[in-house]
């Protein structure tokens, strides 16, 4: 469909190397390394006047020497500067093309790769079973199998050892006897890391052993600071439903009393 496009150079590419600009440099050159000591051991004390004539007759010279240089330059670079706006050019309409047909493949490539992530996450919402609603797709996803190099069997092989390593991860974990088996799976279930269930199994023993400790401490602590039975004598006055209600009082927290005699 597309036709060949080459750049042909009608001149020989030797024949445009410009010629060495020949100029008297070295005479110049020689020229400055005569008089230029005499600027720079000049001891010109109060005469600024005069130190500011020189440096402005210089500066002169080396902006007339600049000036010239780009003079030269713009005349050598005027055919390169030509040649580069229309190599540009041509390259800026090519670059059309070839965006276009780039935004092609890239609209081909990702209706594919959603076509084929459709199929893998069908075959994995049938594998998971009982397992779907924890652990979602994208716990156990891997772009690497859209690519079009990636084939769909080694893509369900991948989801199957996965799927079966969740399980044999799950036994593992009941056969841990966790006071808490159900919390423990479902911190699992956040991370699909069996090292990292592990790890926390292990640190909640270690955390309920504290505080069984500190409980322990506690009730001895309590059991030190009970008080000693006491007898106290006192006198109540009241009608005979306040007495009632007294009697009950003591009976149901069990403390015992007796009517004292005149």
Known sequence: MSQQLELILKD???????????????????QVNEILPRYLNAEYGDDIAQAKEDRTAL??????????????????????DKFTEEVNEVIAAVTKATDRIGEIIATAENKAKAEKKAEIVKYFNEAIGDLADLVPYEKIE????????AKIKATTKAIDE???????????IDSLGANDTDGLKLFYFRTLNLAQTIEEN?????????????????RAENSDSEET??????????????????????????????????
């Open 12 to 30: 020989d590419i030797a024949q445009l190397i410009p010629a060495m600009i020949a100029w008297n440099n070295k005479e110049l050159m020689a």
């Open 59 to 80: 500066n002169n010279f080396v902006k007339t020497l600049n000036s010239k240089r780009l003079e030269i330059k713009k005349v050598y670079t005027a055919p390169l």
């Open 142 to 149: 891997d772009p690497k199998w859209y690519n079009a190099t």
């Open 162 to 172: 996965k799927i079966t390593k969740i399980r044999e991860d799950l036994t593992v």
């Open 202 to 218: 292990k640190r909640l023993k270690e955390d309920r052993a504290k505080v069984a400790e500190l409980n322990a401490a506690q």
């Open 229 to 262: 039975e006491i007898t106290i004598r006192f006198e109540v006055k009241g009608s005979a439903e306040d007495f009632q209600k007294l009697a009950a009082f003591l009976n149901e927290n069990n403390i015992e009393y007796r009517k004292i005699e005149d």
